[in-house]
């Protein structure tokens, strides 16, 4: 049963343009997280939220920038998009604990055209 | 800093053998070790995580076992099923407990 959710599945863009992706739990966890998944499925740590709070920024390029409404949302726009960032893009939460279980959302598929 | 390494990339075995996927990892704490797995076209998913004590976890007939000394936690099954074909990562939690992954073991079962 899904419990984290994205918007949109896919999106296709050019390069300069500005996106958003959406993400809703429903687990009522404290901690959201946004990772990167290239062509080569090599998964990586963007940011966390716990609470709204920013808790880590793994170097991630300016031009990302991660927006927290309330617990149960953490969206992530992208301001002006380059090749690079074609990727799926996976939303996730847990309750926040180093051995919390992580649970990931279906991602959102952004191609850069 | 903390990083998981998976050496093998791709992985094919004949339904009925055992699997065995390699994970080693470098952490300055005390991490928490977990596999992960993904199905085509699906979120990844917990397969199984570590224990703070010595207790082997196992699910779905996978277990791993955390060997402090040399920093490894490789998958195992007895015996690989068709619908075991997936990506498989390997992943540590420690100080800010965020998901530091392997690059991952795409694993196909072959009749």
């Known amino acids: 049963e899904t419990a984290v959710f994205q918007t949109p599945n896919y999106h296709v863009t050019q390069v300069g343009n500005e996106v958003s992706f959406n993400c809703k739990q429903t687990?009522?966890?404290?901690?959201m997280y946004w990772y990167k998944q290239d062509s080569k499925k090599l998964l990586k740590i963007m940011f966390s939220?716990?609470?709204?709070?920013?808790?880590v920024n793994e170097t991630v390029p300016r031009r990302f920038s991660p927006q927290s409404s309330d617990k149960a949302h953490l969206n992530l726009r992208i301001k002006s998009v380059e090749p690079e960032d074609s990727a799926v893009y996976l939303c996730?939460?847990?309750?926040?604990?180093?051995?919390?279980?992580?649970?990931f959302g279906p991602g959102t598929r952004l191609l850069v055209l | 800093g903390d990083s998981v390494t998976q050496t093998e990339g791709l992985v094919t075995l004949t339904e009925g053998l055992p699997v065995m996927l390699n994970c080693t990892y470098q952490s300055t704490y005390s991490p928490f070790l977990f596999w992960y797995v993904q199905h085509l076209n699906e979120a990844p998913k917990l397969l199984l995580k570590s224990f703070t004590d010595n207790k082997r976890p196992e699910h779905q007939g996978f277990h791993a076992t955390l060997h402090k000394s040399s920093s490894s936690f490789h998958l195992q099954k007895s015996s690989a099923q068709l619908s075991d074909s997936a990506l498989y990562y390997c992943a540590l939690s420690a100080n800010y407990n965020v998901l530091y992954f392997g690059s991952g073991t795409k694993l196909t079962v072959e009749p």
């Open positions: 687990l009522g966890h404290d901690t």
């Open positions: 939220y716990n609470n709204k709070q920013l808790i």
């Open positions: 996730a939460s847990s309750s926040g604990g180093a051995r919390d279980t992580q649970y």
